[in-house]
């Protein structure tokens, strides 16, 4: 059975730094990842979709790799904003179609 | 703009009653999904629909239930037999069925609260 953990579940940086949140999972037998973004009470949007024939993506400020064989992937943050504090999830899509969900890691950057 | 939109916001249940969750979507998506959510944990698979007229339970779907009559509607019913419904509801859509490698657009959410 497919699990997705995300360590740490929350982690705190001052404004500037870059950084990298984790996501692992344990099949490696996956469609795609996706990575996703939380404001509190809100829904989610959609950051970065990684497809399993692929190694990264990247939009502005934010690239995602992904790793079959060693069952993960990270996130990378360029040059961290205050707004760019919220919760990041990741979700892969497995055999039965389904996507699995991390539980999240809250993101915190100082100004 | 197109979107997916959900009301009610806030909702509160009291003890035997069923309450319904509205999700309509603009996107002219195929699939439509209701997720749960809970603190600390990852969003879970209530219910989905790949077509109108169809629909297929996830991993949780005990003390739920759906209908999809319209393309653009995919509401749910939280009933008196989910003992513990108290959690953020979120709908999502994508353009094809799960089979698809599109990503999934997701409401603001519906939190739901017994009394």
């Known amino acids: 059975k497919q699990e997705v953990t995300q360590i740490p579940a929350a982690l705190s940086v001052p404004e500037g730094e870059n950084l990298v949140l984790n996501c692992s999972f344990t099949?490696?037998?996956?469609?795609?990842l996706q990575w996703f973004r939380q404001d509190p009470g809100k829904g989610l949007t959609s950051l970065l979709l990684?497809?399993?024939s692929q190694r990264e993506q990247t939009s502005g400020r934010l690239n995602a790799s992904l790793d079959k064989s060693s069952g993960r992937s990270t996130l990378y943050i360029a040059a961290s904003q205050p707004g760019d504090s919220a919760t990041y999830l990741c979700?892969?899509?497995?055999?039965?179609?389904?996507?699995?969900w991390g539980a999240g890691t809250k993101l915190i950057i100082k100004p | 703009d197109g979107g997916i939109t959900q009301s009610p916001k806030y909702l509160f249940r009291k003890e035997g009653q069923n309450v319904t969750l509205s999700c309509e979507q603009n996107?002219?998506?195929?699939?439509m999904y209701w997720y749960r959510q809970d603190p600390g944990q990852g969003l879970r698979l209530i219910y989905y629909?790949?077509?109108?007229?169809?629909?297929q339970k996830g991993d949780i779907a005990e003390g739920y239930s759906v209908s999809r009559e319209k393309k653009e509607s995919f509401p749910l019913t939280v009933t008196s037999a989910q003992k513990n419904p108290t959690a953020f509801y979120l709908c999502?859509?994508?353009?094809?069925?799960?089979?698809?490698?599109?990503?999934?657009?997701f409401g603001d959410g519906t939190r739901l609260s017994i009394l």
């Open positions: 999502a859509s994508s353009i094809t069925s799960l089979q698809g490698g599109q990503p999934q657009h």
């Open positions: 979700a892969v899509k497995g055999s039965n179609y389904q996507l699995i």
């Open positions: 990684i497809q399993s």
């Open positions: 996107l002219n998506h195929d699939a």
């Open positions: 629909s790949q077509i109108v007229n169809d629909f």
């Open positions: 099949d490696s037998a996956i469609y795609n």
